[in-house]
């Protein structure tokens, strides 16, 4: 099996956080950046030259992009451009999954070779500057966390609010909207996929010692946050609609706070420490607060359309919470974006621009309306609990791809073909 090697912080600087990201619409945690690596020296007496070579050229090409990438990648970008016309998250997310099918060939039917390579990657949650480990279903975590790190990214400058062409102020077009929950439905397949059918491949040892980045909590706190906030975008295109019913906006709101409550779950307790960890934490602890206050508004307006003296109190009394829950949205949020690295809000829109003008509105008019009609002890009764809805978004069903066909046995020498048999389903 081989030996975990763990390089604490002190011995390299080779993470290359940045001081600032700049505006932020999706907290991207750092990218996890792969080290160099020579697949020959463990592979050339194994495998045909052909295909040590075309291993090395793959993982090499993601070695390079990602390095170029990383240090910007959550930095406020109007365009990504290469020379050729594409974006560069787009590039390396092919360069990732170009590598993943001839990859595979390493774990393929309990392949031995799967053992034969060291593969280290650079942390950016956590403590340790990098992690090496001698499995190849670590490199294939590895790369389907990246994989949804770039599709964050990607969601992020969707979202950015871009200058508009009829001299209006910035805005975040419907189209890029519906585009970005595409893209967080996809980032949360990756993860579920990590989650259950990459991982379960891992010895328990080896799964005990994963780096923080990669721990089941990150991965499924992450999951949670790209459904989350594709809720959120549903939301604000709702808020936008004159179709969509209070009862609607309710419901979307009062799933967002569950999917940003499991998020805060799985990541409360995680020992990330330093500043990317301590402010992804910030981060969840915002949108959770955040979600509270529109659902609280929204639940708080069905309730008012009761006509009764308990019904009006009620809706009173969420209406207060809501606008707690906003102060403290606001506050949250201050606090995330001086965490380092700083980061800033783009321009306020969608659910959050409209329920900090009608929030406070809202509340002022119903509690002086009701104190009119009702004794303030009645108003002042507790909140009522929100209702509890079944959560509609789910992940994309992403399945890992089929191997190369490079992987013929003429490119395996000796005892190392593959163990024909039925792989573990998980």
């Known amino acids: 099996m081989g030996c975990l090697v763990s390089t604490p912080k002190d011995s390299g600087g080779n993470r290359r956080r940045p001081g600032n990201v700049g505006e932020v619409a999706v907290f991207v945690p750092g990218l996890r950046i792969p080290k160099p690596l020579d697949f020959s020296q463990p592979l050339g007496d194994i495998l045909s030259k052909g295909l040590v070579e075309r ?10 992009m990602v390095g170029q990438e990383a240090p910007t990648a959550t930095k406020t970008r109007r365009r990504t451009a290469t ?49 090496a480990m001698p499995n190849a279903w670590y490199e294939v975590l590895s790369v389907l966390h990246l994989m949804a ?12 609010p871009k200058a508009s062409t009829d001299g209006y102020q910035p805005k975040v077009s419907e189209e890029s909207r519906r585009t970005s929950i595409d893209v967080f439905l996809k980032a949360a397949g990756f993860l579920d996929c990590a989650l259950n059918h990459v991982i379960p491949q891992l010895p328990p040892e080896l799964r005990r010692v994963l780096p923080v980045d990669l721990r089941e909590g990150t991965l ?23 179709k969509a019913t209070i009862a609607v906006k309710r419901r979307l709101a009062c799933e967002m706070v569950k999917y940003w409550h499991q998020a805060e779950d799985n990541i409360i307790n995680l020992p990330l420490t330093n500043g990317w960890g301590e402010k992804h934490k910030l981060y969840v602890k915002w949108k959770h607060v955040e979600a509270k206050a529109a659902a609280y508004y929204y639940h708080g307006l069905i309730l008012d359309e009761g006509n009764t003296e308990k019904s009006h109190g009620m809706a009173v009394a969420a209406l207060q919470v809501a606008e707690e829950f906003l102060k403290d949205s606001k506050k949250a949020c201050e606090a995330f974006n001086m965490a380092p690295p700083l980061s800033r809000n783009p321009l306020l829109w969608g659910t959050m621009k409209y329920l900090s003008e009608k929030i406070p509105k809202d509340t002022s008019s119903k509690v002086r309306i009701n104190r009119d009609l009702y004794s303030n002890e009645r108003i002042m009764e507790k909140a009522p609990a929100l209702p509890d809805f079944a959560l509609a978004l789910k992940p994309d069903e992403y399945q890992l791809p089929s191997i190369s066909p490079s992987w013929s046995e003429e490119n395996i020498k000796g005892q190392f073909g593959f163990n024909h048999r039925k792989p573990d389903k998980t």
Not at 55 to 64: E, K, M
Request: aromatic share 4%; with cysteine; glycine share 8%.
């Open 55 to 64: 291993l090395s050229a793959l993982r090499t090409r993601i070695v390079v």
């Open 220 to 242: 499924q706190a992450l999951c949670m946050q790209a459904l989350g906030q594709g809720v959120d975008i549903q939301l604000g295109m709702a808020i936008d609609s004159t």
């Open 149 to 160: 790190m770039l599709s964050l990214s990607q969601a992020n400058l969707l979202l950015l």
């Open 83 to 131: 020379r050729h016309g594409g974006s560069t998250l787009a590039d390396l997310q092919q360069a990732l999954e170009d590598y993943l099918p001839v990859l595979l060939g390493l774990v393929k039917d309990g392949n031995q070779l799967q053992h034969k390579v060291q593969f280290t990657w650079v942390n950016q949650e956590d403590d340790a500057e990098e992690t």
